[in-house]
């Protein structure tokens, strides 16, 4: 008799070899779970209605103790729920004076479509958003029309705070334009506010269509390249640090900061801004390449917007896409670097954390994902664990498997497949519950050269999978 044991998980899903020859630790599904820093295997938490909220506002934000929800209509709206504030957004309208000539601004009410981009700036709301089909800036300083009107802001989608100052990309993508330091409302360049030439300093793609921030600089995102630019509140002092090539981004609410490195998804999957700390260089890292198999059919499919947030509670970089979301868990003491997806069963306008809690919106209802949750708000989902076909360190060598043994919490349906040429051979379920050692081996009989164990749990209960013995006989060579 012969035994060996699976228990380190630490690698998730990882599809660059094919099923025949990838190492143990690395997974070929790894759905609604995810890998703990315990290098074990859990299932997600759930996701938790919190509420409904009422009709007319857009967008999710998390700032100054509160989610903030946004609306531009002429109706006062005010949401039931203390932990919800709903912000008005007014336009604004250049009129003329007949008599005088002078030019002044009139307040305009225009519906919210979506929201782009808010953050705090000097303890006031900056927000860009979408009012049908034009974009326009806001600052929520006082009453009334809270559109920037200064004629140089940019009123584009994109929008950072960096250096005290809001940076925010030009209508035609050739250059990035920036506010007067401590004050997001004026942006003519006599007072002290400018551009960067991103376009001019472009080695392909002119247009820039993201930014983002690593270590204090400024990241400048075109679909196939990036340049980094120091920041400062003294114009003079900006400058070009580097150039990245055949890295870019077309998305720019998938932009987030992970441990420093910037994270953000390509057209072609998941990559990240990285330092190489020997030689202090910067450099574009695949960190995506496990699953782009997975992440590039769905971005073909793509109907919605790609959303991405660094959650510090459970240091994972998530990103939505469409009903999809893809979960990257980031320990560098643990040394995990895992990818695992969610399956959603809602798509995700908007999300943020607030005081350790990660909110979605989709539609007028939030949710939480909540780790004592372990359904979708009452309703049941599948985890599904699918280790590659191995070959027991004997390959072409056929074996006898007639048991196994699992360490795990809760309960799942285990199976085996025996044949890579035929995905579809696989052995009936069996239904285990707990830690089976000690208690008698779970019979399956099977044999092949190679097998590709698969767990399934469909409950209402946690489960983590920790460990798994499987017991065989060689028969020799086939």
């Known amino acids: 008799m012969a035994t060996i044991t699976f228990n380190k998980f630490d690698l998730g899903i990882d599809l660059r070899k094919s099923a025949a020859v990838s190492d143990a630790n690395r997974l070929r599904e790894m759905k609604n779970a995810y890998v703990t820093t315990g290098l074990a295997t859990a ?24 989610l903030h929800t946004f609306y531009g209509g002429a109706e006062e709206i005010t949401h039931a729920n203390p932990l919800f504030k709903a912000n008005r957004l007014v336009c604004a309208e250049e009129v003329t ?41 806001h600052y929520l300083e006082e009453d009334g029309i809270t559109q920037v009107t200064d004629a140089a802001c940019p009123h584009t989608r994109t929008a950072i705070k960096s250096a ?129 198999m997975l992440v590039r059919p769905c971005l073909k499919a793509l ?26 868990s980031v320990s560098r003491t643990s040394k995990i670097a895992a990818w695992s997806r969610y399956e959603l069963p809602f798509t995700v306008d908007a999300m943020d954390e607030l005081d350790g809690v990660l909110y979605l919106r989709s539609g007028d209802d939030v949710y939480k994902l909540d780790e004592e949750a372990h359904t979708d ?35 799942c349906y285990f199976s085996m497949g025996f044949d890579v040429r035929n995905f ?8 285990v519950a707990g830690n089976t050692y000690g208690g008698g081996l779970i019979p399956l009989e099977v044999a092949g050269t190679e097998f590709a164990p698969r767990f399934r749990n469909v ?13 065989y006989e060689p028969l020799g060579v086939l």
């Open 164 to 292: 005290s100052k809001i940076f925010s990309i030009s209508p035609d993508g050739s250059t990035v334009r920036y506010s007067k330091t401590g004050d997001p409302t004026v942006w003519t360049e006599k007072d002290d506010a400018g551009f960067l030439p991103t376009g001019l300093n472009a080695m392909g793609n002119r247009e820039a269509n993201a930014l983002g921030l690593y270590r204090g600089n400024l990241v400048v995102l075109m679909r196939d390249g990036a340049q980094v630019w120091m920041v400062d509140p003294d114009p003079t002092a900006m400058s070009l640090v580097e150039t990245v090539e055949n890295v870019g981004s077309s998305y720019p609410q998938s932009l987030a900061t992970v441990a420093g490195d910037l994270y953000f998804l390509s057209d072609f999957g998941f990559r990240s801004i990285t330092t190489q700390q020997l030689v202090a260089r910067l450099d574009d890292l695949d960190i995506g390449s496990p699953v782009d």
């Open 424 to 431: 579809e051979a696989v052995t009936d379920e069996v239904r």
């Open 303 to 328: 109907k919605g917007t790609p959303k991405a947030v660094y959650f510090y509670g459970t240091g994972q970089y998530l990103c939505a896409i469409d009903r999809q979301m893809f979960v990257y």
């Open 377 to 411: 708000d009452g309703k049941e989902y599948e985890v599904i664990l699918e280790l590659p076909y191995m070959n027991f360190k004997t390959p072409g060598v056929l074996k006898r498997v007639y048991g196994v043994d699992l360490v795990m919490q809760g309960e």
């Open 97 to 137: 004076d007949d008599i005088t000539n002078e030019t002044s601004h009139a307040a305009v009410h225009k519906a919210v479509t979506d929201v782009h981009y808010a953050d705090v700036f000097n303890g006031c709301l900056y927000v860009s958003a979408q009012h049908g089909d034009v974009c326009r800036h």
């Open 43 to 66: 299932k997600r938490p759930g996701f938790v209605k919190i509420a409904t909220l009422e009709a007319g506002t857009q967008g999710l934000s998390a700032a100054l103790g509160k």
């Open 459 to 471: 409950t209402d209960q946690p489960f983590q999978l920790d460990a798994l013995t499987i017991y």
